[in-house]
């Protein structure tokens, strides 16, 4: 067992693919197939079940890859210590993220304020754009953002790192009668009443759906969650947003709201990651935050 293995089956089950691990880690998809196995064969376990769909985690893959998730946390923790990352570093971190993450923001800030006394880290909470135009503007050291592919072809003078995938979906209340459904063809939304919540990935996907199915009914937008939820639960209407910033909600996990997959969408696939500026290094305190919020991330998504 080493480093290496531990790296390839972390990196598998973010990417939920071989081929996708073997583009980002810049390994052929035959050397980290090879690495896995040989892995599993030590452990004498299945870590991964693999098919054409990609590869996705048995149950005790998942305890394994956890595991894993921490030792490589704390070698990079050693890694920083032998980069002289002492306590007398100063200064501010600035960090925005988009609906959904602050709470790890939150989280991830008072790890550094722990480790770091001296050390100051501004948080908000914005819209995917509003990150990147604060970003551009010198406002941000670090961004939490929603990006369809067109957008990351889009925005050539940034640099964006995808941490996981997701997609769009609709969330109602337990009492509506869309709740028993799995998923939902889009030209079933055009009978709902929505509420949203004014992302700008939110207002594209909004923009692109009625382009091809029409216009959409809106009750209101606005970006105090706790109007929408209250929407929500009363039955007034129902909302669109990712799946990320959905799954991890109170209401949600109790199941007193109830996420619902849309089909047959093309822009569909979200992708939650960073965005930096081209040709620009992060200092050794913004790769921290990145680092650490990405394990915290990594943890919860799994799960």
Sequence with gaps: MNIEQ???????????????ASETLHITQSGISQSISALENELNIEIFRRSRMGAVPTEVGKRIIIKA????????????????????????????????????????AAQLNRKYSNLTVDISEKGSFEIMEDFLENNLDAGFVAMSEKMIQQRTELTFESVIEGKMVLCASRDSYLSKKKSLRPEELKNQTFV?????YVNCFVRDFSNVFGEIDVLFST???DAIVTALTEGMAVTIGHDYSFS????????????????????????????????????????????RFNQELFINYLY
């Design 6 to 20: 531990l790296e390839h089956i972390v990196e598998v089950a973010k990417m939920k693919s071989i081929s996708k």
């Design 69 to 108: 998730n921490d030792v490589l946390n704390k070698v990079r923790e050693l890694r920083e210590e032998a980069e002289d990352q002492t306590n007398t570093l100063t200064g501010e971190l600035r960090l925005a993220g988009m609906p959904g993450v602050t709470s790890t923001l939150v989280k991830i």
């Design 196 to 200: 949203l919540y004014q992302d700008d």
């Design 223 to 225: 970006n105090n969650g």
């Design 248 to 291: 991890n909600h109170p209401l949600v996990l109790s199941g007193e709201l109830i996420m619902i997959d849309i089909d047959n969408f093309s822009d569909h696939v979200v992708y939650f990651g960073w965005i930096t500026k081209k040709n620009t290094s992060l200092s050794p305190i913004t790769k921290e935050a990145i680092n």
